[in-house]
């Protein structure tokens, strides 16, 4: 590799990019803890949007989130210094005569409102815009429900990964949606993109049998889509169950440690979907968190040094493969470099 594509280290890589770090309704009239990418960070409503700025006061440290918010912006609890949407400080009580000194200042970042998550880029120029997921837009055709944030112990790379993980679903998944009578996976096509990837399954998913009866066999079509780095989009058609999408998206809060913002979307007219989506989702979600929080290394491999993969793993490959080459600066649609 040259120079110029050595790979960056991962905050470096990662910063570029927009990820969430709330669900909008977790951030009401007070401030709001978030941490991303080792970085702590207070969230809080301004009159006309959201804004993200360092967690601690640049008076004496105290920290921001047990402030308030005042129509002047952020006030400190500690002695009611109050910044602005820009990060300077517009009011010091302690001395209102005396200008305020240049560095009484906070750092701020990029933060956005879109799909139901407040969104923040830690760099100032982003590498990319946030998903397109226009499906989500029109709310008398779709409605959505959030799990609450998954806390697990892994790279956020990995948590996508083990979202387009094919051949897992008939193993990891028995008892709840996966059929260990079919483990095969068939082949299939990956579509590669600049910005993402997809691909699309039919599995042989088993529903549970009601009243007594035998599980029963709900062929449901999976279509994979990914927007890099860390946002999957999974649409599930299935026979006999509703149809819905899936929206798992990793925010990573260091190289091993992610939460991941997790919610389906559903037409309106089905009524029970949410209670019976959370119920089901949370008993799969905790099939994968047992595999996933015990896969060494913690870090998100970059390479396939370590790792016996198999063509059935292709989606897992491909995926590696785009990030690698965004932690080196390099196209994610170009050919590997093996
Ligand atoms: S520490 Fe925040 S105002 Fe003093
Ligand atoms: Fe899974």
Known sequence: MSAAHEVRPYRDAFAPYWHPVAYSHELRDAPL?????????VLWRTGSGVAASQRYCAHRGADLCSGSITPEGLRCAFHGWTYGE??????IPSQPQTPIPERARLATFHAAERHGLVWVCLSPEPAAPLPEWPELAD???VATVPLPRLDWD???G???EIVLDVAHLSFVHEGTFGNPD????PPYDVEKRSDGLSARIVYPALAPGVGGAPPRVDRTTLTYDVTFPFAARLSFKP???YPHTVYAVASPWSEEKMQCFYFASYHPRIRNFADLFVKSESAILEQDRRIAEGQRPRAHPLDFAGEVLVKADRLPIEYRRALTALRSGRPVDGPPLE
């Open 33 to 41: 803890p978030a941490r991303l990418l080792e970085t702590d960070l």
């Open 86 to 91: 820009s990060g300077r400080c517009v009011r």
């Open 139 to 141: 709310t008398t055709t």
């Open 154 to 156: 892994i790279a956020a």
């Open 158 to 160: 990995r948590m996508v």
């Open 182 to 185: 079919q483990p095969e996976v």
């Open 239 to 241: 026979t006999l169950f």
